[in-house]
């Protein structure tokens, strides 16, 4: 079994499931994690003998989003920093891109609240299960910035533009009831729950057409992906003028502050 830093790797016959492992943080994303998710789509591409892909998590956050603290060193220029900001950009998009096109039949099963790109990471997955006291948050433009790595047009897809502006501009917290409603998730299920559903799931899906299943994912994400190949391409650059106007950097550094005097409490 592949071994990885963030990541840890639990097979059970043909169902692999996926802990994001950077509790102490939150199993907030950096660079390493991105990485890694990219490596891991690339490992899945051949496992054929894997059909199913769950990832979870233990304690209270799927993921608090990006790991601010690794990413802006403040001993770092903007130009330094800005690069950094169009790489992560690329990389980002190129870590959703694969983690919704895996082959395998993907299920986000949240056992915590996700923040920023842990809800990107889930909105990835082909299903996606939330346990009835956590909640979803688009915290971007807190810090200055605006919903990346593609997931912008996802969102205003899945939700329409009038309520993706909102849930992007005004950064409040969706909970679980609502997430449901407005088709952020597909089912809302007890933490003590969550494998037993997640394994009905699996089980009902193992026993169609595992071909007529595959052509179903292909064909479903064929026809939303429409249009966001020119999105992704100004993406990185428009993050990197972001940066680059001082309005993110001032942004980001108030908010780790306050993080600070509240204790390092990993969320406001």
Known sequence: MKTFETLLLEKNNDVLTVWLKREEKGNSIN???IKELIELTEYLRVESEINFVIFTNEGRFFST???L???YDISQGEKEVSKQFKLMQILGQEMIQKLENIEQVTIAALSGSAYGGGVAIAMAADFRLISNDSLLNLPETNIGMFLSWGCTPRLVKAVGATKAKELIM???DVTAEESLRLGLVNRIVS????????NRIVKTIRSKGQLSIRMTKKLANATV???IGDMNITEPELAEKMVLSGETKEMIMSFLERK???GNSLVE
């Open 191 to 198: 933490k003590e729950k969550m494998e037993d559903e997640v």
């Open 31 to 33: 660079m390493v994690m």
């Open 260 to 262: 600070k005097e509240k």
């Open 170 to 172: 005004l950064c409040e």
């Open 69 to 71: 603290n690794e990413l």
């Open 65 to 67: 989003g990006y790991d």
């Open 225 to 227: 992906a429409g249009n």
